[in-house]
C-alpha cells in the first residue's frame, strides 16, 4: 500500500529552514518555488512555533500511519491494505532523520538565545519554551520507539511461527540423536555400577584376606620370637658345654702326649 508523505516531507523540509535560520544559513528563492508561502517573520517566537508545529505534523503521521505500521508480521490483515517492510523501513529512516534535524533546530535555537539575548528574564523564558518544545519532542520520539518496538516484536513472533520445515526436521533429528546418546550413556553408567558393586565385593574379600593374613604374620612373629629365644638358650648351653668339657680335652691332650714320650722311651731303651 503506498503511503503519503507529504505532510512528513513539508514537515521536513519546514524544520530544515528553522535550523538554518537559525544558525544564519539563508535559502535561494528560485529553489523555494515547490511550497511557496508567506515569509516567516523573523525572531524567536515564529521559528519556535515552527518547530513545534513541524513536531506535531510528525506526531500525527504517526498516529495516522499506525495500524498500518504495527501490523508487520501480522496473519490477520489483507495483503492489499497492509502496508510493506520497505515502507515501513523508509518510514523509520524519514522520522529518524526528522527527529535529528528537530533536535538540532531547538539546540540551535537554544545557542542563538545564549548568545545573542542580553534580558536575563527573556533568556529564562525563552529556555524554559526550549525545554517544554524538547519534552514534547521527547514525547512524539517515545510514540516512534513504542511503535517500532511493536513492529519488530511482532516480526520477531512471525519469524518464530514460520520456521522453516527442514529446521524444524533438523532439531528433531538432533533431538533423537541427544535422546540417543542419552540413552548409551545411560548404559555406559548402568555398566560402571555393575562394576563398582563387584570391585566392592572384592575389596570386602582383600580386606577379609588381609585380616587373616595379619593374624598368620602374628602367629609366625610369635613363632619367630619363640624360635631366637630357643636359640639364644640353646647358645648359652653349647657355651657352657664348651667350658665344661675344655679342661677334659687338657687332661686327654697330656695323656696323649705321655703315651706319646713313653712309647718313644720304651723305643729308645730297646734298641
Keep these: 500500500m503506498a503511503v503519503d508523505r507529504t505532510l512528513l516531507f513539508k514537515?521536513?523540509?519546514?524544520?530544515?529552514?528553522?535550523?538554518?535560520?537559525?544558525i544564519g544559513i539563508g535559502f535561494d528563492s528560485t529553489k523555494d518555488e515547490i511550497f511557496k508561502r508567506t515569509r516567516p517573520k523573523s525572531g524567536f517566537s515564529?521559528?519556535?512555533?515552527?518547530?513545534?508545529?513541524n513536531i506535531t505534523k510528525l506526531k500525527d503521521f504517526l498516529l495516522q500511519h499506525r495500524k498500518d505500521y504495527v501490523s508487520a508480521g501480522s496473519l490477520i490483515s489483507s495483503d492489499l491494505t497492509r502496508m510493506t517492510d520497505s515502507e515501513r523501513d523508509q518510514i523509520d529512516q524519514d522520522a529518524q532523520i526528522f527527529m535529528r534535524t528537530c533536535s538540532e533546530a531547538i539546540k540551535?535555537?537554544?545557542?542563538?538565545?545564549?548568545?545573542?539575548?542580553?534580558?536575563?528574564?527573556?533568556?529564562?523564558?525563552?529556555?524554559?519554551?526550549?525545554?517544554?518544545?524538547?519534552?514534547?519532542?521527547?514525547?512524539?520520539?517515545?510514540?516512534?520507539s513504542e511503535q517500532r518496538a511493536i513492529r519488530v516484536k511482532r516480526m520477531v513472533d512471525k519469524k518464530r511461527l514460520y520456521v522453516p520445515v527442514k529446521i524444524t526436521f533438523y532439531f528433531e533429528q538432533e533431538n533423537q540423536r541427544l535422546v540417543s546418546e542419552m540413552n548409551s550413556l545411560v548404559d555406559e553408567v548402568r555398566q560402571i555400577e555393575g562394576k563398582v558393586v563387584e570391585i566392592s565385593r572384592l575389596q570386602e574379600i582383600f580386606a577379609e584376606k588381609v585380616l587373616q593374613q595379619e593374624t598368620e604374620i602374628d602367629s609366625i612373629h610369635q613363632l619367630v620370637v619363640g624360635a631366637t629365644e630357643n636359640v639364644k638358650e640353646g647358645n648359652e648351653d653349647i657355651r657352657e658345654a664348651i667350658k665344661n668339657n675344655a679342661g677334659f680335652r687338657v687332661w686327654i691332650l697330656f695323656f696323649l702326649v705321655m703315651c706319646s714320650f713313653s712309647l718313644l722311651f720304651l723305643d729308645w731303651y730297646d734298641s
Design 108 to 144: 540551535q535555537l537554544r545557542n542563538e538565545a545564549e548568545k545573542k539575548v542580553t534580558s536575563s528574564q527573556i533568556k529564562e523564558h525563552r529556555g524554559a519554551v526550549l525545554d517544554l518544545i524538547e519534552m514534547y519532542l521527547k514525547g512524539v520520539c517515545k510514540l516512534y
Design 11 to 22: 514537515a521536513s523540509v519546514k524544520t530544515v529552514k528553522t535550523r538554518n535560520k537559525a
Design 46 to 53: 515564529p521559528k519556535a512555533k515552527e518547530v513545534i508545529t
